[in-house]
């Protein structure tokens, strides 16, 4: 028997549990179907962002930097401990209580929003129909007026690097070691390499990241890049760049990491190896050949900015269709695409995705850098504000870092600002929400902001773009 549901995705993780739950309150009668599986061998949505993703590493970072603080950062402030001590198998076990916990959250959200949900793989079929391998092996065929793709992506694996058992890992193999690592070394310094090399650096491994470009975060801009890598130095992470993985051999309960950069071929010995050298989109066993979907060069479910695919009906959205692939990216395309389903006209703006790194300094952007500005012949005014000044910062013993607010030189209109320091994750959606509203430098610099709190950094950098920051002697920047 075939059921008919109007909206058929496939996927629940964030992309896919975001449009699932939207196409439900639209009143369109929803399935969503997700294949994954947990440790416990049950099934658990929320996909790569909240079983091995965002949220079990946050969890980690959070408690890896209250630790680096006790151990660091108490003592500046007065507060004296003696016999710190880091009792791994118990972070792991709360790590895994908040997968848990959230993804039974899920679960609980599409049930009482009467999305009928499916644990098995799917497969897309001609006439958008899709053939679902249920967990007991049997097979259910159901039909959607409408799908949407949503099947994310996983990690790229090399050969000279292949896993390991417990020793060369994946960024899911680095969020569930038992142990610290003595020597742990990290293969790729983009944000999952930093963010996972900076947990257990923390903790106290020594760690050394191999990164085979040589710019440092080169999506960031510059001067924040620039920053970010000083204070990781600080802290005793070894960030060699232009470093090329070539090789990895294990030694009993080691491994032999051989690389080459500029000076020739060099060796390594790890107690653990993380492979965090980017992920891909993912569309194994889910395309029949006639099923009308392509994809792109690289892999990705080619669309157009409505994430409409070439298949009539089709949609797909997430890490499996070009752009960032971040959550947040993803739920607002799953957002977008029910919605138009449902007669609605939202679309995503592109221009104005934040971007995250949780490392401590936090670093965070959205819009523009200033080089890709430059690049584009672009005229522009720059506001910076150091958190070295920001009364809250101080009082808070964390004053690394600074706010940069880019504004188009004659229309003042904001382009891009760009943060490193404590909390930027939280700080950048004010950017985002004044970007989004197109605001100018000037609309920021007048608006009210509370005292005293990081935020102030931001107004100061507004009112540093015309050179009138309080806190701060800032001069006005000539006009290019
Ligand atoms: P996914 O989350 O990958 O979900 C896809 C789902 O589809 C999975 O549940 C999968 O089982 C299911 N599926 C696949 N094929 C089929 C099939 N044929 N049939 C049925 N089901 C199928 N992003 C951020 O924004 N912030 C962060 O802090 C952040 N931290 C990260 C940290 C790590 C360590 C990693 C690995 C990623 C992180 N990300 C972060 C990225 C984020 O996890 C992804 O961008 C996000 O999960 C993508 O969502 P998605 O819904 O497109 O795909
Ligand atoms: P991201 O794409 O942000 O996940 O980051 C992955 C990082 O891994 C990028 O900065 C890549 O340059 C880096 N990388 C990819 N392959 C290798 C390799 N063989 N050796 C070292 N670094 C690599």
Redesign the pocket.
């Given at each position: 028997m075939t059921d008919q549901f109007d909206v058929v995705i496939i996927g629940a993780g964030p992309a896919g549990y975001h449009a699932a739950i939207r196409a439900a309150q639209l009143g369109l009668n929803t399935a969503c179907i997700d294949k994954w599986v947990n440790k416990q061998g049950k099934p658990a949505y929320g996909g790569t962002c909240l079983n091995v993703g965002c949220i079990p590493s946050k969890t980690l970072l959070d408690a890896s930097h209250k630790f680096a603080e006790a151990n660091h950062g108490f003592a500046d402030i007065g507060i004296n401990i003696k016999g710190i001590e880091m009792d791994v198998p118990k972070m792991m076990a709360r790590k895994d209580e908040v997968v848990a916990n959230l993804t039974k959250g899920v679960a609980g959200l599409l049930k009482a929003n009467g999305v009928a949900v499916f644990d098995g793989a799917a497969k897309l079929n001609a006439g958008r129909n899709i053939e679902i391998t249920l967990h007991d092996g049997s097979v259910k065929s159901i039909t959607g007026e409408h799908v949407v793709i949503a099947t994310g992506s996983v990690p790229?694996s090399?050969p000279?690097?292949q896993l390991a058992e417990d020793i060369i890992v994946d960024s899911s193999g680095a969020l569930d070691f038992q142990t610290v690592p003595e020597r742990l070394g990290v293969?790729?310094?983009?944000?999952?390499?930093l963010e996972l090399g900076s947990v257990w650096q923390r903790l106290g491994s020594e760690v050394v990241v191999?990164?085979?470009?040589e710019e440092f975060l080169?999506?960031a801009d510059k001067q924040v890049a620039k920053e970010a890598a000083k204070q990781f130095k600080k802290q005793g992470l070894d960030i060699r760049l232009g470093?090329?993985?070539?090789g990895s051999e294990l030694k009993g309960q080691k491994v032999e990491v051989s690389?080459s950069d500029a000076e020739g071929d060099k060796t390594e010995i790890f107690d653990r190896l993380i492979v965090?050298?980017?992920?891909r989109p993912y569309t194994e066993n889910l395309l029949a050949a006639d099923c009308g979907v392509d994809l792109d060069e690289r892999g990705f479910i080619y669309v157009n900015d409505l994430c409409v695919t070439n298949a009539p009906g089709v949609y797909a959205i997430g890490d499996v269709v070009r752009g960032p692939?971040l959550a947040h990216k993803g739920m607002e395309e799953g957002v977008m695409v029910v919605e138009r389903i449902a007669g609605k006209k939202p679309l995503v703006n592109y221009d104005c995705v934040p971007a995250v790194i949780y490392t401590h300094p936090e670093i965070a952007w959205v819009g523009k850098t200033e080089q890709e500005l430059k690049a584009a012949g672009d005229v522009f005014n720059i506001g910076l504000f150091p958190m070295v000044a920001s009364g809250r910062a101080m009082a808070a013993n964390d004053t690394v870092g600074f706010i940069k607010l880019i504004a188009d030189a004659e229309t003042d209109r904001i382009l891009g600002i760009h943060m490193v320091g404590a909390h930027v994750s939280e700080l950048i959606s004010e950017a985002v929400i004044a970007m989004e509203f197109a605001s100018s430098a000037e609309d920021l610099a007048l608006t009210m902001f509370a005292h005293p709190t990081l935020s102030e950094a931001l107004h100061e950098a507004a009112l540093a773009v015309s050179g009138h920051a309080i806190h701060i002697a800032t001069r006005k920047r000539k006009k290019k």
């Open positions: 790229v090399i000279p690097c293969v790729g310094a983009g944000v999952i390499g191999l990164e085979a470009l080169p999506m470093a090329r993985l070539t690389y965090a050298i980017g992920r692939m």
